[in-house]
């Protein structure tokens, strides 16, 4: 049996039964059909013209709908092609992204790019500007380990005085907060 005269929409209770198409779109009714006055014939268009439009219209409908069948069908058949040769979605999405990866290393501007970048990190002015930034890197790090060491140096020396003795006899935290500083 062929296939265009077969329903082969899987949600169908006729699945597979041979297609009635002697009942088309002939008995739905057509804005700008005679009777229908809600929309009427466009300017420059005869009576016999649209019906001729209406008939290859629905000529056109029933071979989209065939199509639709049998891309239908061919997307199953496809499917199950797959299935059989143990091709996942996943498999495929795999060789797809390595496909794209070797056109992307391939493509012109790829190239041009890469070039570029092996052209600037060939530069004199690279290397000084990279030289220069470890070498402040590496004074950063040393500065940062000097004042650490500083920081809990002090802190050792302020655990290591007693409470009491840590404020001078001198000057009080009561006199400093009683008496303005002096200008």
């Not at 065939?66 to 060789?95: C, D, F, I, M, N």
Request: no cysteine; glycine share 6%.
């Amino acid at each position: 049996m062929d296939p265009a005269g077969q329903d082969i929409n899987l949600n169908s209770p006729n699945k597979g039964l041979p297609v009635d198409n002697s009942t088309g779109l002939s008995d739905v009714p057509v804005d700008g059909a005679p009777g229908n006055p809600a929309n009427p014939l466009p300017p420059g268009l005869t009576e016999e013209e649209a019906e001729e439009l209406r008939v290859e219209l629905g000529k056109v409908e029933e071979e989209i709908g065939t199509l639709r069948q049998v891309l239908s069908a061919k997307e199953r058949h496809a499917a199950e092609l797959k299935r059989k040769l143990g091709l996942s979605p996943l498999t495929e999405l795999k060789q797809n992204f390595t496909k794209s990866w070797q056109d992307v290393q391939t493509s012109n501007a790829y190239l041009s790019a890469s070039s570029t970048l092996d052209d600037i990190a060939r530069s004199e002015a690279y290397k000084k500007t990279q030289e220069t930034l470890s070498q402040a890197g590496q004074k950063t790090t040393a500065a940062i380990s000097t004042v650490s060491s500083v920081i809990s140096r002090k802190l050792g020396d302020m655990r290591a005085l007693p409470f009491s003795n840590s404020f001078s006899s001198n000057y009080s935290i009561r006199h400093s907060i009683s008496m303005p500083a002096m200008r």
